[in-house]
């Protein structure tokens, strides 16, 4: 972002600041909130220094007082000890940080924690505690809006999470460069990405040979193996790993699904069968016919009418069939490449509804030029017209409202990452539990190939703001640095031990010492008790935010759910640990049976419009619209009234791509840059392989 765009959004900016009473506005400017003692905010002119910081300073210890570790002294502790708790305290200068997390366009769902574990042991090892109160994310605007409010008030924070799509803070010089800092002071983390993405170092971010944050690892088979591959266990690791995208299922409420299918197991017969016999056959697990995406539009006409035939109510308040968004502000991506799109064959690795590589064309293609997008939106407009999709639900709702319904029932059918805890129910006495459903469709990639994961580490990930003194970088490097050591992933997943969470035999086996919590991070029920704790469960199987610190504000640093450390694989082992209720989730799973290999080559580049922002000026001003777009005129198709309105509103749909810069000529932008600047991910689209089943 240039001196003088930032200067127009600035002028616009303060307006929206004061219409939107957002927080971060009124939050103080950061220098007092990053260092203790601290009087001044930072000039522009300081906040862009260039210096490389240094080691935090130590001074000579007094006869009484043993030398302090240093910070790389710390660092070298992390291999030698088996539990945080055993990490000297810190005696440095404190350093209390905000954090921002800027993606989308805002999260109402800010978890909180009432039994903390996590930031308490952080603070007590680093010196560093996070200021929640005065963290934030966008606030319900774009983060191109919400840095020019950042700007107005110069209240950048101390960290940022997902700022480095695009080179707007990295041209105005507010962030620290780590490519040389991290070697020092990340050593793990360093060792860690060279070994599982080299072209994250070969490259830096976008070609520039430079780093400027630190990423996390996403907890894939692929990625395991390439960590860990003299410990990795796929038979072992399968209860712990991340579903592929086509196996998300559906909630249903067991009373209503039996009344269309008597045979139906219930979760509580589900949960016996497990005890019975210890596991699931194929055919237990898909025990609904469900085919295909005419099988599921029939299956959902139908719990509709049974709904209606019964007069199912909750508190005298109507029980909806299922649910289209999360509520107002919310966007399709759990709908339509999470739930919708995996039944029509598609993968959400391979296809999104915004931009794709045709491998047939070999071609890039805005998703709203095919008939593919404009058919799915039109059959889910015509659920919400019969009265399947619920109305209120897309655009009408907030997110609390969506929230409070589905706690207490009033939804039949949920999916992906949203749905009640069964614990909640049974102690608010209902009589019925939610149970998962799959759809078992065959899937078709021929046209969008499902490739093999490569990481990029460079443009999601965490950096650090100039705001934090120079001479306390390190302090934060070492922080981001354990959770990438076994320590560290055990902290993420059981807390330390002075916090008594759990017991440990002779053996340094542990097991947890609440029951809830046991039932949350091995079995996975929805309890939230790893929220109560602020550990990291993974503990939904799906990509959430709860990674290794779920209360608010989000840092996304660290293997997600403790990888080999999680409890499931290593002192509990999912497969073979004695049977509870409990864990009969993990066993009804379509995961135990689908293929997990994909082919290579595979671009580090995606699809996803997101990653071409910085260097095609078109995308970045479309993706700073997208409440407009997505959010507003992609959610408003699904309203229509009759089939006239239905076209009108897609072209509306189609217009605000067009008028906000994402005009189908931009497709050949993104190849032709592509081919220039990255012709080893061109290559990769080019010869990519379709998945035999």
Known sequence: MSKKSIAVLLAMTMVIGVLAGCRGNNAPSPSPAVTAGAEATPSPEAAKATATPAPAASTEPSAEQPKAPSVTDLIAMFDKVSDT?????????????????????????????????FWPEIKRIFGI?????????????????????????????????????????????????LTELLPKYAPHYWELINRVAPITTARGLRNSGKLWGVGWVDNTDE????????????????????????????????????????????????????????????????????????????????????????????GGRPVNTINMTYGSGGDLWSLVPCFYAPIQG???????????????????????????????????????????????????????????????????????????????????????????????????????????????????ATAIFKTVPEDQVPQILAWWDLMFTDAGQKLQVWGPRSAGLFTEDANGKRKYTDPELEACMVGGTANDADVKYNLASGLMGVI????????????????????????????????????????????????????????????????????????????????????????????????????AEFEKLWAEYVAAYDDNGFTADVCGKVEELLKTKYPDDWNAYMNAKPMEQ
Request: aromatic fraction near 14%; glycine fraction near 4%; charged fraction near 25%.
């Open 129 to 177: 505690e996070i200021d929640k109160a005065n963290s934030f994310d966008n606030q319900g605007i774009s983060k191109t809006e919400k840095m020019a409010t950042l700007a107005a008030t110069n209240a950048w924070p101390s960290i940022g999470m997902s700022i480095l799509e695009n080179d707007d803070i990295l041209n105005e010089g507010l962030l620290y460069d």
């Open 85 to 117: 708790s055993e990490l000297p305290d810190w005696t440095g200068a404190p350093l209390k940080i905000t954090s921002w997390y800027a993606h989308g366009i805002g999260d109402p769902n800010h978890l909180e924690s009432s039994n903390d574990v």
């Open 544 to 643: 959430n935010e709860r990674w290794f610190a779920p209360a608010f504000p989000q840092i996304h640093v660290g293997i997600r759910a403790g990888g080999l450390n999680n409890p499931k694989y290593v002192d509990y082992d999912m497969s073979t640990m004695p049977r509870s209720p409990d864990n009969a989730g993990k066993f009804f799973s379509s995961l135990l049976f689908q293929p997990r290999t994909r082919y290579s080559p595979a671009p580090t580049i995606d699809t996803y419009p997101a990653s071409y922002t910085s260097e095609i000026p078109e995308l970045q001003r479309w993706w700073d619209a997208r409440e407009a777009w997505d959010s507003g005129a992609s959610v408003k198709v699904l309203t229509a009234k009759d089939d």
């Open 223 to 314: 990625t395991m193996q390439i960590l860990y591959p003299d410990k990795f266990n796929a038979e072992k690791y399968m209860y712990v790993r991340d579903p592929n995208e086509w196996s998300f299922p559906m909630y249903v409420r067991d009373d209503i699904l039996k009344l269309i299918y008597p045979n139906a197991k219930s979760q509580q017969e589900i949960e016996d069968l497990y005890m019975a016999q210890g596991y699931f056959t194929k055919e237990q697990v898909y025990d609904i016919p469900l085919k295909n995406k005419q099988d599921v539009k029939d299956f959902l006409y139908k719990v509709r009418d049974a709904i209606a035939a019964n007069n199912i109510q909750e």
């Open 346 to 460: 598609l993968m959400s690795k391979n296809w999104n509804y915004f931009m794709n590589f045709n491998n047939k064309t070999k071609k890039f293609e805005r998703a709203i030029d095919t008939e593919l997008w404009k058919n799915m939106m039109r059959e889910l407009n015509q659920w919400v017209r019969d009265g399947v999709g619920a109305k209120e639900s897309v655009g009408i709702d907030t997110p609390e409202i969506f929230d409070s319904k589905m706690r207490n029932g009033e939804y039949a059918v949920l999916y992906t990452w949203t749905y009640p805890s069964n614990a909640d129910l049974k102690a608010a006495g209902k009589p019925y539990q939610y149970r998962k459903v799959y759809v078992d469709c065959p899937f078709d990639n021929s046209t969008y190939v499902d490739y093999a994961p490569v990481l990029d580490f460079t443009a999601a």
